[in-house]
C-alpha cells in the first residue's frame, strides 16, 4: 500500500472462490498495518448514498427551533440533536452539531444494569419523517455489511465465519451519525473531532464527496483520507483490536476543522454488539500470534468485557449535559 493514501479493499472478490483468499489476506493485512481503508464492491445502491446525504442536508438546514425540540437533553437514551459544541472527544469541545440514530426500541421497564438506560426509542423531526425513512434503510444495509465484513475477518484470521455473530444476536447497539461540521466561527476552533480511536468494533464511514478533513495516523504521520463517491471507508474499533490480541489495528484519526465559509456533512455507522454480550478472544494460529503486539490486562478489563459498560462510559464522557441531567449520580462517581 502507498504511504499517502489508503489502500482500496473490494468485499466483492469475497463473493468469487478464485478470489475469496486473496481478499481475506488483503483485508487481514491491511487491517493488522494501519485498520483503516476504502471499501467498493458492497452491494449498497449509489442511488441510497445520494439520499443520505440529502436528508442530511435537509435535516440541518431545519429551522434551529425544530433541530432543538429534539436536542439530546430531552433523551435519557443520549438520542437526538446535539448543537454546535455540544460534544466532546477526550475533554475538548468538537466543532460539529450532530443528530444520534440508534436502534429505535421501547424503553427497559426494569434497568438492571447502567447501560439498560442506553435502550429506547430514537428521536425525529415532525416536518422531515424521510429522516427516519432513510436512516431506518441505511441502518439495515449496513448492519448486514457490518456482519458479512466480520465473517470475513474472522475467516482471514484462522476462526469460523460466524465466530463473533454470537455477540449480535441479541439486538446490537448500533448506531447512526449524522454529523455537519460547519465553516469555523473564528481561529480559536482547532478540531472537527479531536484525535482517537473508536471504542466499538468497526466503523463504515460516508463522507460528504468533494470534502475534506478526516485524517489517519500513519507510521509517517497523519495523512488525508478524502471521500471517493460511493466508497465507504472503513476502520476498526478498539474492541476487536482486543479481542484480536493486537493483531488487528485500532488507528487514531482526526477532523480537522472546515475551509472557511464551508460546511461539511459525514455519516458514520458504528458496528457494536449488543448491550450485554462482549466479543470472543479470538484464538490466532502460531505465525499470526507471532505477529500480535499483545495486549494488556487493563485493556482487556475496559474493553473486552460487556460492551454495554463500554458504550455507557463512553456516552457520559462525550455528552456531559445529557449525563449531568439523568446521571449525575455516575458522573459524580467516576470523579472520586
Known amino acids: 500500500m502507498s504511504d499517502s493514501t489508503l489502500p482500496i479493499i473490494d468485499l466483492s472478490r469475497a463473493d468469487d472462490p478464485s478470489t475469496a483468499q486473496a481478499f481475506r489476506d488483503d483485508l487481514r493485512r491491511v487491517t493488522h498495518k494501519i485498520g483503516f481503508f476504502y471499501l467498493t464492491g458492497h452491494g449498497i445502491p449509489a442511488e441510497d448514498f445520494g439520499e443520505i446525504i440529502d436528508v442530511a442536508q435537509r435535516f440541518f438546514a431545519l429551522p434551529e427551533e425544530e433541530k432543538l425540540a429534539i436536542e439530546n437533553t430531552k433523551s435519557p437514551h443520549f438520542r437526538g440533536y446535539t448543537r454546535t459544541g455540544g460534544e466532546r472527544t477526550r475533554g475538548k469541545v468538537d466543532w460539529r452539531e450532530q443528530i444520534d440514530i440508534?436502534?429505535?426500541?421501547?424503553?427497559?421497564?426494569?434497568?438492571?444494569?447502567p447501560f439498560d438506560r442506553l435502550t429506547g426509542p430514537n428521536q425525529y423531526p415532525a416536518s422531515l419523517p424521510e429522516l427516519r425513512e432513510v436512516t431506518d434503510r441505511w441502518h439495515r444495509q449496513l448492519t448486514v455489511l457490518g456482519g458479512k465484513l466480520l465473517s470475513e475477518w474472522?475467516?482471514?484470521?484462522?476462526?469460523?465465519?460466524?465466530l463473533f455473530a454470537p455477540a449480535f444476536e441479541d439486538g446490537p447497539e448500533s448506531f447512526i451519525k449524522i454529523i455537519?461540521?460547519?465553516?469555523?466561527?473564528?481561529?480559536?476552533?482547532?478540531?472537527?473531532?479531536?484525535?482517537h480511536r473508536d471504542g466499538g468494533v468497526l466503523t463504515l464511514l460516508y463522507p460528504q464527496p468533494g470534502t475534506t478533513g478526516l485524517q489517519v495516523l500513519t507510521?509517517?504521520?497523519?495523512?488525508?483520507?478524502d471521500p471517493i463517491e460511493d466508497v465507504f471507508i472503513v476502520n476498526i474499533g478498539k474492541l476487536l483490536?482486543?479481542?484480536?490480541?493486537?493483531y488487528l489495528r485500532a488507528t487514531v484519526h482526526r477532523v480537522l476543522p472546515t475551509q472557511p465559509g464551508k460546511d461539511r456533512i459525514s455519516v458514520p455507522f458504528f458496528f457494536n454488539p449488543a448491550l450485554r454480550s462482549s466479543l470472543p478472544e479470538v484464538q490466532l494460529p502460531s505465525e499470526l500470534a507471532a505477529r500480535a503486539r499483545g495486549v494488556s490486562q487493563d485493556e482487556r478489563d475496559a474493553l473486552h468485557a460487556v460492551y454495554g459498560e463500554n458504550a455507557f462510559a463512553s456516552r457520559l464522557r462525550s455528552h456531559p449535559n445529557v449525563a449531568q441531567k439523568y446521571y449525575a449520580e455516575f458522573v459524580e462517581a467516576s470523579q472520586v
Open 102 to 113: 440508534g436502534p429505535n426500541r421501547e424503553p427497559v421497564a426494569d434497568p438492571q444494569f
Open 154 to 162: 474472522a475467516l482471514s484470521l484462522g476462526q469460523p465465519a460466524d
Open 180 to 195: 455537519r461540521y460547519p465553516a469555523p466561527a473564528d481561529e480559536t476552533v482547532t478540531q472537527g473531532v479531536g484525535e
Open 219 to 225: 507510521d509517517d504521520g497523519y495523512i488525508d483520507a
Open 241 to 246: 483490536e482486543v479481542a484480536t490480541g493486537g
